[in-house]
């Protein structure tokens, strides 16, 4: 049941706000509004996406890496995707307690290559949460990912960081995977 949503309003999606029927532009973040009709189809929509979902993940998958980070950040994330059915594993080279007196490091996000697109939103939409950034990155809304250039700067956090001949494909500061 969709209680929450009356098919007269307007919503905005990235922030999740109810706005009066004449407004057609959210005022947080400037993204255009969906009616109350819309929004009721798309969250329809999304439960039927879910539900076509293949869940827990099994050794015949193809798996690829979608983001690297501290156990605790790929723990919160591991638990929004799973909310959503998507099969997830997480993997680290080195053993890890997650409080960085063992000297694992990061840990990596795999998911179903089908499925890392949705897995990518999921993420960025978390990071959204995590900053209050709404999608604003200004300082750093110019940057961009060359693997052919020899310095590269993350759109999503702003780190520089060598190419190395196009084989970093992660940002070693947030983890945004680039391939």
């Known amino acids: 049941m969709n209680l929450d949503i ?34 009721l189809a798309q969250r ?26 501290s156990l605790l950040d790929v723990k919160r ?31 990596e996000l795999r998911v179903r290559r089908e499925d890392a697109m949705a897995a990518m939103a999921i993420i960025e939409d978390d990071f959204t949460r995590q900053t209050a950034s709404h999608g604003v990155h200004s300082a750093v809304a110019d940057y961009v990912f060359d693997p052919e250039g020899s310095e590269n700067s993350c759109p999503a956090c702003g780190c520089t960081f060598a190419a190395n001949g196009s084989q970093e494909l992660t940002c070693p500061d947030c983890g945004l995977c680039f391939g």
């Open 6 to 39: 009356d098919p007269e309003m307007h919503y905005c999606l990235q922030c999740n706000d109810e706005y009066m029927p004449d407004r057609s532009v959210c005022g947080v973040c400037g993204a255009a509004l969906l009616s109350g009709t819309e929004m």
């Open 44 to 69: 329809q929509a999304n439960r039927q996406q879910t539900a076509n979902r293949k869940g827990p993940l099994t050794p015949a998958d193809d798996i690829i890496t979608v983001f690297k980070a």
């Open 77 to 107: 994330l591991e638990a929004q995707l799973q909310k959503e059915n998507i099969g997830v594993l997480i993997w680290g080279e080195k053993p890890s307690c997650g409080k960085g007196c063992c000297g694992g490091g990061d840990l």
